[in-house]
């Protein structure tokens, strides 16, 4: 199995702060969702629906922080 291809933590937030998120270095993957939804970034829901697409390539830790995302 290729671990590599995962999605971790570092790579969550770095897709996040590609979208303009301004998030602390250690961050958890949760956090870093609360805080890209309270910061109303554009395409952030397109994101999260990408990822969610193929949920075997996150790690649980993503997986579960974008599965409790809420878009009103």
């Known amino acids: 199995m290729m671990f590599a291809d995962l999605v971790d933590e570092d790579d969550f937030r770095e897709r996040l702060q590609d979208l303009g998120a301004q998030l602390p270095k250690d961050a958890s993957?949760?956090?870093?969702?609360?805080?890209?939804?309270a910061q109303k970034l554009?395409?952030?829901?397109?994101?999260?629906?990408?990822?969610?697409?193929?949920?075997?390539?996150?790690?649980?830790?993503?997986?579960?922080?974008?599965?409790?995302?809420?878009?009103?």
Not at 29 to 37: G, I, R, S, V
Request: net charge negative; proline share 8%.
């Open 29 to 37: 993957p949760e956090l870093c969702m609360t805080m890209a939804q």
């Open 42 to 72: 554009d395409g952030l829901q397109q994101l999260v629906e990408h990822l969610l697409a193929d949920p075997g390539l996150l790690q649980p830790e993503v997986r579960l922080a974008l599965q409790q995302v809420k878009f009103g």
